[in-house]
T-cell receptor, first 117, second 110 residues
Framework: GAVVSQHPSWVICKSGTSVKIECRSL??????MFWYRQFPKQSLMLMAT?????????EQGVEKDKFLINHASLTLSTLTVTSAHPEDSSFYIC????FGGGTYEQYFGPGTRLTVT | GIQVEQSPPDLILQEGANSTLRCNFS?????LQWFHQNPWGQLINLFY???GTKQNGRLSATTVATERYSLLYISSSQTTDSGVYFC????????????FGSGTRLLVRP
């Protein structure tokens, strides 16, 4: 099955610093990846769509200058949380879309738990 | 935007019991997926099922697109089935974006 990895799995940083999270599709190429945010005991909220070779598109209410997304290759997308603040603490999850046989499932990474102190 | 509602919000089962989880959506969809989020946060793909019925072991799912709902059946539940079950849909006019329901939190007791 399709495998998506994320790194790091957890990170603690100080307020004002930046944190980069990597999302990789390990056994397939993904022209489209997605970034989600999940607060405790809540559902996943889509933050942005990452397209290889073009700018990311952000959902309403998501600050594009704060959450920088780069989709440098068909297997790697990165999310950088700039000037992090405690309210940015959350569980960040990426997904990659695999096309095949007329279907296009999203497969999810294991998530990155960010704590900003 | 499209609304995705899941029921029940919480479910407690004794090991070996069967259950049915429901997902209602308010608009036509291109895609519907069911996921299981384990206690460590990993989402596991269960079914890609925009319509019809599929089965995988003790789990099966049915989507009736014309009536805008999907059902996930869990038979002979095991403690490892515990976690949160999400359905997510992609609207017909959306660019592959998945909208998640609020989830059903399942606890299976030994």
């Amino acid at each position: 099955g399709a495998v998506v990895s994320q790194h790091p799995s957890w990170v603690i940083c100080k307020s004002g610093t930046s944190v980069k999270i990597e999302c990789r599709s390990l056994d397939f190429q993904a022209t489209t990846m997605f970034w989600y945010r999940q607060f405790p005991k809540q559902s996943l909220m889509l933050m942005a769509t990452s397209n290889e070779g073009s700018k990311a598109t952000y959902e309403q209410g998501v600050e594009k200058d704060k959450f920088l997304i780069n989709h440098a290759s068909l297997t790697l997308s990165t999310l950088t949380v700039t000037s992090a603040h405690p309210e940015d603490s959350s569980f960040y999850i990426c997904s990659a879309q695999e096309f095949g046989g007329g279907t296009y499932e999203q497969y999810f990474g294991p998530g990155t738990r960010l704590t900003v102190t | 935007g499209i609304q995705v509602e899941q029921s029940p919000p919480d479910l407690i089962l004794q090991e070996g019991a069967n259950s049915t989880l429901r997902c209602n959506f308010s608009d036509s969809v291109n895609n519907l997926q069911w996921f299981h989020q384990n206690p460590w946060g990993q989402l596991i793909n269960l079914f890609y099922i925009p319509s019809g019925t599929k089965q995988n072991g003790r789990l099966s799912a049915t989507t009736v697109a014309t009536e805008r709902y999907s059902l996930l059946y869990i038979s002979s539940s095991q403690t490892t089935d515990s976690g949160v079950y999400f359905c997510a849909v992609e609207r017909e006019d959306s660019s592959y974006k998945l909208i998640f329901g609020s989830g059903t939190r399942l606890l299976v007791r030994p």
